[in-house]
């Protein structure tokens, strides 16, 4: 589902959301007033001035207190933007009182790290086994509130998913909290809006509300581990992936058990690879694998120059992860 | 206005799905793009494998099958099957996408 650019602006779809997108839309109002009547009087004193002869109109004498009402007007002009000024204070106010801090009784809380130049996501449950990680998709429960643990991997990142939430830095060294509320089912697009290096603008990823049983059957599915390689083929695939992916990357169950890169256990389960630089689909999945400079030049990631046999047993297994 | 828009964008899409070289750019841009060049489609800069640039006046492809519509096509489906250990890997394309594809291809004649 792709939705057009600013689509967020139209609509809120998370209970954060829904309390600043209509302040958004007052103060952008409330500015374009201004600037419209501010440029409307001053058009009117040049015409004026120039009626009366220009620039020798400038020259003008101060004006003293009993020579009129010209220095009345600056009196009016503060109280009249006092008014929308005053609005937009209390406004923002009670919006704030609306965002911040996570509710008291939330229902859920996850970690997320943000770091050059992809999402890490990790789960919590009753007992540490039921901890697991993903990548780039974070999946709610709609109605709940979600708390988000953020974190700082390497630089600091931002934290954004427009339609559901505002922003809020990920820091290295300290955690900050923001948290999601989903009104409606739907797959909302988030974006780091730190500038945190030269792949920041393809560190998006997506925030995938569901309904409470499809989220939970989800949250089943994640917890499971990779399946065993059934065939010649995907042992070979199982042995190359462990060998030399998991030097960066954790597919639970095998060996490969490092977390510098996403976790790869479900891979298959994700809408895209790399922080939604491409659809998961297996050519772009084998693209991606052989040459990921090539779509995201600078990811910390590094060419693979695999043969193409080695290519395709890779490809073959890490479709079973699903 | 917010009903609206998925409408437009429903409208856009039909209009779209009309035109087969519309098709057959989106599924470039969403399958091959991560290896090949291919002109008309902005995305598709990948460098795994040749460019398809005036992949339309080459005699040979994969360097060993004549480059004609239905070759092409079956490459596109099934180059495992043709050529087993290539890079280029079996993506579950059917024929009516392939034969999009390749007629796309099938115009790209300047290098
Ligand atoms: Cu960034």
Same mark, same amino acid.
């Given at each position: 589902?792709? =939705?057009? *650019?600013?689509? !967020?602006?139209?609509?809120?779809?998370?209970?954060? #959301?829904?309390?600043?997108?209509?302040?958004?839309?007052?103060?952008?109002?409330?500015?374009?007033?201004?600037?419209?009547?501010?440029?409307?009087?001053? /058009?009117?004193?040049?015409? =004026?001035?120039?009626?009366?002869?220009?620039?020798?109109?400038?020259?003008?004498?101060?004006?003293? *207190? $009993?020579?009129?009402?010209?220095?009345?007007?600056?009196?009016?002009g503060l109280a009249v933007s006092a008014v929308p000024l005053l609005a937009t204070l209390i406004w923002t106010m009670a919006a704030l009182g609306h965002v911040v801090g996570p509710p008291r009784r939330s229902g859920m809380t996850i970690d997320v790290t943000g770091? %050059?130049?992809? /999402?890490?996501?990790? !789960?919590?449950?009753?007992? *540490?086994?039921?901890?697991?990680?993903?990548?780039?998709?974070?999946?709610?429960?709609?109605?709940?509130?979600?708390?988000?643990?953020?974190?700082?991997?390497?630089?600091?990142?931002?934290? /954004?998913?427009? #339609?559901?939430?505002? @922003?809020?830095? +990920?820091?290295?060294?300290?955690?900050?909290?923001?948290?999601?509320?989903?009104? =409606?089912?739907?797959?909302?697009?988030?974006?780091?809006? $730190?500038?945190?290096?030269? $792949?920041?603008? @393809?560190?998006?990823?997506?925030?995938?509300?569901?309904?409470?049983?499809?989220?939970?059957?989800?949250?089943?599915?994640?917890? %499971?581990?990779?399946?065993?390689?059934?065939?010649?083929?995907?042992?070979?695939?199982?042995?190359?992936?462990?060998?030399?992916?998991?030097?960066?990357?954790?597919?639970?169950?095998?060996?490969?058990?490092?977390?510098?890169?996403?976790?790869?256990?479900?891979?298959?389960?994700? =809408?895209?690879?790399?922080?939604?630089?491409? *659809?998961?689909?297996?050519?772009?999945?084998?693209?991606?694998?052989?040459?990921?400079?090539?779509?995201?030049?600078? +990811?910390?990631?590094?060419?693979?120059?695999?043969?193409?046999?080695?290519?395709?047993?890779?490809?073959? !297994?890490?479709?079973?992860?699903? | 206005?917010?009903?609206?828009?998925?409408?437009?964008?429903?409208?856009?899409?039909?209009?779209?799905?009309?035109?087969?070289?519309?098709?057959?750019?989106?599924?470039?841009?969403?399958?091959?793009?991560?290896?090949?060049?291919?002109?008309?489609?902005?995305?598709?800069?990948?460098?795994?494998?040749?460019?398809?640039?005036?992949?339309?006046?080459?005699?040979?492809?994969?360097?060993?099958?004549?480059?004609?519509?239905?070759?092409?096509?079956?490459?596109?489906?099934?180059?495992?099957?043709?050529?087993?250990?290539?890079?280029? &890997?079996?993506?579950?394309?059917?024929? &009516?996408?392939?034969?999009?594809?390749?007629?796309?291809?099938?115009?790209?004649?300047?290098?």
């Open positions: 589902m792709t =939705r057009p *650019p600013l689509d !967020y602006l139209l609509g809120s779809d998370g209970v954060r #959301a829904d309390a600043t997108l209509p302040l958004t839309w007052f103060t952008l109002a409330i500015s374009i007033i201004v600037c419209v009547i501010i440029a409307w009087l001053l /058009w009117v004193g040049v015409r =004026r001035a120039r009626a009366n002869g220009g620039a020798a109109e400038t020259v003008g004498t101060p004006l003293e *207190p $009993e020579q009129g009402r010209g220095l009345s007007w600056i009196t009016i770091h %050059q130049w992809w /999402w890490e996501v990790e !789960y919590h449950g009753a007992n *540490p086994s039921d901890t697991f990680a993903t990548a780039n998709e974070i999946h709610i429960p709609i109605g709940t509130p979600v708390v988000v643990r953020l974190h700082g991997g390497d630089v600091i990142h931002s934290f /954004w998913v427009p #339609a559901l939430a505002g @922003k809020t830095d +990920t820091i290295p060294g300290q955690q900050n909290i923001a948290w999601l509320q989903a009104d =409606r089912p739907g797959i909302y697009r988030g974006q780091c809006t $730190e500038f945190c290096g030269v $792949e920041h603008a @393809k560190m998006g990823f997506e925030v995938v509300a569901q309904p409470a049983n499809d989220f939970e059957h989800w949250r089943e599915a994640q917890l %499971q581990t990779a399946p065993p390689p059934a065939t010649p083929q995907l042992i070979h695939g199982m042995q190359f992936t462990t060998f030399r992916c998991g030097l960066c990357h954790s597919i639970r169950g095998t060996d490969a058990a490092s977390h510098y890169g996403p976790d790869l256990t479900h891979l298959m389960s994700r =809408r895209t690879i790399a922080a939604t630089t491409l *659809p998961n689909n297996p050519g772009a999945l084998a693209g991606w694998i052989q040459a990921p400079q090539g779509m995201k030049p600078g +990811t910390l990631m590094p060419d693979q120059h695999l043969s193409g046999a080695e290519l395709n047993d890779v490809l073959a !297994y890490v479709e079973t992860l699903k | 206005m917010r009903r609206l828009i998925p409408l437009l964008l429903l409208a856009l899409a039909a209009c779209q799905s009309n035109d087969p070289r519309a098709q057959a750019k989106a599924l470039i841009a969403s399958r091959c793009a991560a290896c090949h060049v291919v002109p008309g489609v902005r995305t598709a800069v990948g460098v795994v494998g040749p460019s398809l640039a005036d992949i339309a006046n080459r005699q040979v492809i994969a360097g060993k099958f004549a480059n004609n519509r239905d070759n092409l096509i079956r490459w596109i489906m099934h180059p495992q099957a043709m050529m087993p250990g290539s890079a280029m &890997p079996e993506m579950g394309i059917s024929q &009516p996408q392939a034969t999009q594809i390749a007629d796309y291809l099938r115009t790209l004649d300047k290098p």
